[in-house]
């Protein structure tokens, strides 16, 4: 595991250079790309095997959960049966449009909240991609009711970091996602490197998407 701890400042910083060279969509791709690597080796892991296995995506409306839905098309395309969650609506209608295109069902939270709340609870896997860094810890509604539906027995990966957890903080005191592997880019955050926050984590798995460090600390 990877030693170094970027601030959500570092993170911004680095991205910035990164888009110089490095389109988004492209960074994104790269993440989703290790997100859904890690989710076969769950699946794999507890099922046995990848085909078949359900999956529930629930996505924000930041980055984050753009990760979590491409991500989620990665694993429909291998065969995988994927629901995207959204929690909030979507902003960014390509990533909607390549889940949906793969083969996810997407449904609105807001507008179906027992067809959301049935496919956390049925799911042989969550995926966490609610918020990212920089947000405000503890969960809000509608994620705080979805993410309690999770069975304590259904493994959960996270996409950066569990949601509710602050990033630049090792404090856990507001509701949050406790996650089985959190796979996070680029560095360690602050909430990934020390106790109590570090807990609620699981295996954390650093994947390089091809953004530089250099305010690194």
Known sequence: MSELIMSVADVRAAEAVAMRSVSEPVLMARAADAVASECDTVLASTRGRVVGAHVAVVAGTGKNGGDGLLAGARL???????????????????????????????????????????????????????????????????????????????????????????????AADQPHVKATVTVTFTALKECLAHEPARASAGRIVVAQVGIPTPNAH
């Open 76 to 170: 429909a395309a291998r065969g995988v049966r994927v629901t995207a969650v959204l929690v909030a609506g979507y902003s960014d209608a390509a990533a909607v449009q390549e889940s949906e295109e793969a083969g996810c069902a997407v449904v609105d939270a807001t507008e179906s909240p027992a067809a959301a709340l049935h496919a956390v609870a049925s799911a042989d896997l969550v995926v966490d991609a609610i918020v990212g860094l920089g947000s405000a810890p503890g969960l809000r509604r509608p994620a705080d009711a979805l993410i309690a539906a999770i069975p304590t027995s259904t493994p959960v990966v996270a996409v950066d970091l569990p949601s509710g957890l602050d990033a630049d903080s090792s």
